[in-house]
């Protein structure tokens, strides 16, 4: 069956005689043609290239056609810090620089980079008419955290009407971009959302429940699919993400895939994830990658399910784990072998920590997934470098990213499940929500005090 078919039939709940897959190329792609993430971010041509390699290499049945959730931002004015091994980063939020919501004008489709996303979308849907192709938008809380800043969580409590205004705006924008991705020939439109994981269920069914279902809304009338994206220890919210309506919702390896498949299939939608990103596809081997994506499958199961990463997959990832994973979907004796052998486990090496702690300062340890390219861990490290800047030299904080191996060893050592998590002295503070700047600079008074 064609892979569109597939995906298809994966969100409208039918049984399916394979699994599809939907490798999260993003970068990733622009690492296969041997360039930069900025040179490749920045060219339709090289879009073009590296997503047909892509397709070339890991047979998928859908792909993403950019993963960046810059590109309105960047529209909108916000200022990008560039790299080579990531998608840009959002370091200006015009709303917090004096510029009013009032002011604002939702870009036209040929703003910024949007044309270009645009112009290889149309091309890649003319080269490959029965592939699914995913038009990856910024969801709208993320959005509007990258015009306000992290004082969006402190204006949801001072001034909501503040926060629903910009959330109507973002809103229009996401429409925009959905639009525009539709009308380019895209199949799936991915809301991506990765900010949500960081607030309880009310505030999620507050500012962001009306405002997604009514995108989801816009993208079925469309005649288009919908696939709700979201990063992090975000279980708090799988039910209500579910109840905004979307054809699918898709996780990483923060959230257990078998419970996030009982409350998709109660709400009836289809659900996709969440392969380890860095311990198994980034730093594991061919072996690793194959059992990690057979177990996926075995909870997922062939209703509903779509085997894909749990985000978009590091520059760095070796792709012969990615051609393992292809090979297995597709072949069902390989599977069955697989299942009757022996299963690995993925062996991390603790660190020796007794030089790493300080008796007259506090060390702070942030453990991420990488601050330079997930917008959660962005947010965390600044909030702990905002807090940690009045009290001088009494305060070392370090990032720790778990796309390199000491970050996972660190992870591993100080016990953190989740990520982004704050870890002051070796106790845990902080566990996948951003905390505000007062509440991290309470916990460093408390362990300055417990110092003396």
């Known amino acids: 069956m064609k892979g569109l078919e ?79 091994d990531n998608p840009p980063a959002v370091v200006s939020h015009p709303l917090a620089e004096g510029l009013t919501i009032e002011e604002m004008k939702v870009p036209c489709s040929c703003k910024g980079r949007i044309p270009m996303v645009m112009d290889a979308t149309r091309r890649l849907r003319d080269q490959h008419p029965d592939l699914a ?20 969580f402190m204006q949801m409590m001072m ?22 991705y539709i009308e380019s020939g895209a199949d799936v439109i991915a809301i991506v959302d990765p900010m949500t994981s960081q607030i309880d269920p009310m505030s999620f069914e507050t500012f962001v429940s009306p405002y997604v279902t009514e995108i989801n809304e816009f993208i079925r009338e469309a005649d288009a699919l919908s696939s709700f994206f979201v990063c992090g220890n975000a279980r708090q919210n799988i039910e209500v993400m579910c109840q905004t309506k979307p054809d699918n919702i898709s996780i990483d390896e923060n959230i257990p895939l078998d419970f996030v498949r009982d409350i998709a299939l109660k709400h009836k939608v289809s659900f996709g994830g969440n392969m380890k990103l860095t311990v198994v596809l980034l730093m594991g081997d061919e ?84 601050s330079s390219s997930c ?53 845990i503070e902080f566990i996948s929500q951003i905390p505000p700047i007062q509440a991290i600079k309470d916990k460093i008074t408390g362990h300055l005090a417990a110092k003396n």
């Not at 009407?161 to 925009?176: E, G, I, L, N, S």
């Not at 991390?348 to 997934?369: C, R």
Request: aromatic content about 6%; glycine content about 8%.
């Open 6 to 84: 597939l995906i298809k039939k994966a969100m409208h709940l039918e049984e399916v005689e394979r699994i599809p897959w939907v490798p999260f190329v993003g970068a990733h792609a622009g690492e296969l043609l041997g360039m930069t993430a900025t040179e490749f971010l920045t060219s339709a041509d090289k879009m073009v290239e590296g997503v047909n390699k892509a397709i070339q290499l890991y047979n998928p049945d859908g792909i993403p056609v950019a993963f960046d959730l810059q590109i309105e931002a960047e529209a909108l004015g916000c200022k990008l810090a560039w790299a080579d």
């Open 133 to 152: 192709l995913y038009g990856l938008i910024t969801g709208p809380f993320t959005l509007a955290l990258h015009l306000m800043g992290t004082d969006i």
């Open 159 to 180: 001034d909501p009407d503040q926060v629903h205004k910009v959330m109507r705006f973002a809103t229009d924008v996401a429409k925009m971009m959905a639009g525009s």
């Open 287 to 370: 072996e690793a990658s194959r059992r990690e994506a057979l177990e996926c499958m075995d909870i997922g199961g062939k209703k509903g399910f779509i085997l894909a990463p749990g985000c978009d997959l590091a520059m760095a990832t070796p792709q012969e784990n990615l051609v393992a994973v292809a090979e297995l979907v597709h072949d069902e004796i390989l599977q069955g072998e697989l299942r009757a052998s022996e299963a690995k486990g993925f062996d991390v090496e603790l660190l020796d920590l007794t030089n790493h702690w300080d008796k007259e300062k506090v060390v702070i340890d942030i453990i991420t997934l990488d």
């Open 375 to 427: 917008a959660p861990c962005q947010y965390m490290v600044d909030a702990v470098t905002r807090a940690a800047k009045e009290f001088g030299d009494k305060v070392v904080y370090k990032e720790h990213r778990i796309k390199e191996k000491e970050g996972v060893q660190m992870m591993a050592t100080l016990g953190v499940q989740n990520i982004p998590t704050i870890v002051m002295d070796g106790h």
